[in-house]
């Protein structure tokens, strides 16, 4: 039990301190680095409250994923400047630091309602309609909860995520004039009639091509 | 205390035991690459050092050992040196849940087969990593067009590998090999197979695929600014990474331990020769492909992945699973 904590400490000492260095950072690609760490550190400790489907899914989605799209922007924009003159005594009127405030307060709350909640009601964990018994897997109760009670929300989010995907794309996409496309079909069905011309060449009088 | 440290000096010693010959084995294969490849061509391939040349990668690693490594000026320091790492670590630990035989497996955790795609889909960083570091154009783009390749790729594995679960009913990677022992997924799921084959081409950079170091285009990708053993690391990362999707593909198709059929001289053979025998076996076609397929286009490779692989792949999940509806072969009732 001892190792345990001492690996629960641990991780949870990177995630703390990674987290920190996300907000710290003066570098944008570092953040994004650090925030990699932090989302590791915290899938290790959900593998250790024995949720490893969780965990894993975590590594898979937010770190597979996720942040290298988030990496691709940093790097690509090149926000590392815009960033340096967020901090600097020359930014223009501090916009930001108003939204910022409103959304910390909102997780504030959060928080409290949650910790709350875990401290006034501490059984609250045994209320669940639904009990997990220990015996079957972690991937499996999950799938017998999600793919039952909590189907239409399920799909609901499901849907959700397809229209803001559909939606992304169409806000980006922008029709450009005089792009040449690969058709397959077209290469495919080609004979040899239309490639190639035979001509009878003149000589010193050349050969008119007609495009 | 004791009990505990007892327990550490075991896990080591099993962790030494797998290691050592996954090391020695990536140097071997790198021989084995250049052979195949040679031979195709007509050429020799490296036959001086040793009997067969089989000494070759040795002879490398002890070249790059030696080496001066260079660190450039303008490059970030401490994610330069960490990006080899990185990879060398990733392609490394995914090995820990590779089941050689009945019980014989490092970590048999449940969601085995999770740990390896999500281990996999973090061998980007590494790229990424050494490409941004490097502070120059040429790996920069290299690493741009890997990290994009890979994710995209990840993707049709993503959707391959759920219809491999579809027939097991569990995600622990013994549980389906133990599934296969009547009928190989090879043979229900053939396109499954060969998608998977080409994905995990595309997945670790290799020909057709290898447009993040296409050295006609990018002088080396993500790898030009390393030198000495830190490129050294890069290249026994890469072919650690080949072996391993060899030894997954033979675990999710072709059976992982077991023999091809339950007969006498078949089944005396211990189960982890089989094993090494299927990922030689994939591994040979790896390199069969890199000698004779020229470079895809990248706009070509975006294409194969996301609008001809990922419909396949999802149809086919459609396919097994109202197959197995249809028939009541659905696993875990």
Sequence with gaps: MIAHSVFFYIFSLIAIISAVMVTVSKNTVHSVFFLILDFISISCLFIMIGAEFLGMIMLIVYVGAVAVLFLFVVMMLNVAEQKGQWFSSRWDGGTHIPVGLLVSLIIFFELIIVIGGWKYKPDLLNSLSINISSEVTNTRSIGNVLYTDYILLFQISGMILLVAMIGAIVLTYRERAGVKRQSYIKQISRERDEGVDLVEAKRSKGVKIDA | ?333
């Excluded at chain 2, 599934?179 to 595309?202: D, E, G, K, T, Y």
């Excluded at chain 2, 296409?214 to 072919?239: H, R």
């Excluded at chain 2, 070509?300 to 609008?307: A, I, P, R």
């Design chain 2, 1 to 333: 205390m004791d009990s505990y440290f007892s327990i550490l000096f075991t896990e080591v010693y099993k962790i030494l035991f797998l290691l050592v010959p996954v090391l020695v084995s990536v140097a071997m294969i790198v021989w084995l690459d250049r052979r195949v490849w040679a031979f195709v061509q007509k050429r020799r391939g490296p036959n001086v050092v040793g009997p067969f040349g089989l000494f070759q990668s040795l002879a490398d690693a002890l070249k790059y050992i030696f080496k001066e490594i260079i660190i450039p000026a303008s490059s970030n320091k401490l994610v330069f040196v960490l990006a080899p790492i990185v990879t060398m670590t990733l392609a490394l630990i995914s090995w820990a849940v590779i089941p050689f035989g009945e019980d014989f497996v490092l970590a048999d955790i449940n969601v085995g087969i999770l740990y390896l795609f999500a281990v996999s889909s973090l061998g980007v960083y590494g790229i990424i990593m050494g490409g941004w570091a490097s502070n120059s154009k040429y790996p920069f783009l290299g690493a741009i067009r890997s990290a994009a390749q890979m994710v995209s790729y990840e993707v049709s594995i993503g959707v391959i590998i759920i219809n491999v679960l579809l027939c097991v009913g569990s995600l622990n990677l013994s549980d389906i090999v133990l599934a296969q022992q009547n009928l190989w997924f090879v043979i229900p799921l053939f396109p499954m197979f060969v998608i998977f084959f080409i994905s995990a081409l595309a997945e670790t950079n290799r020909p057709p695929f290898d447009l993040p170091e296409a050295e006609a285009e990018l002088v080396a990708g993500y790898q030009t600014e390393y030198s000495g053993m830190m490129y050294a690391m890069f290249w026994l990362g890469e072919y650690a990474n080949i072996l391993l999707m060899c030894a997954m593909g033979s675990v999710l198709f072709l059976g992982g331990w077991l023999s091809p059929i339950d007969i006498f001289p078949f089944n005396a053979i211990p189960g982890p020769f089989w094993l090494i025998f299927k990922i030689l076996f994939l591994f040979i076609l790896f390199a069969l492909v890199k000698a004779t397929v020229p470079r895809y286009r990248y706009d070509q490779l975006m294409k194969l992945g996301w609008k001809i692989f990922l419909p396949f792949s999802l149809f086919y999940v459609v396919l097994t699973s109202s197959f197995l509806l249809y028939f009541d072969l659905l696993p875990g009732k």
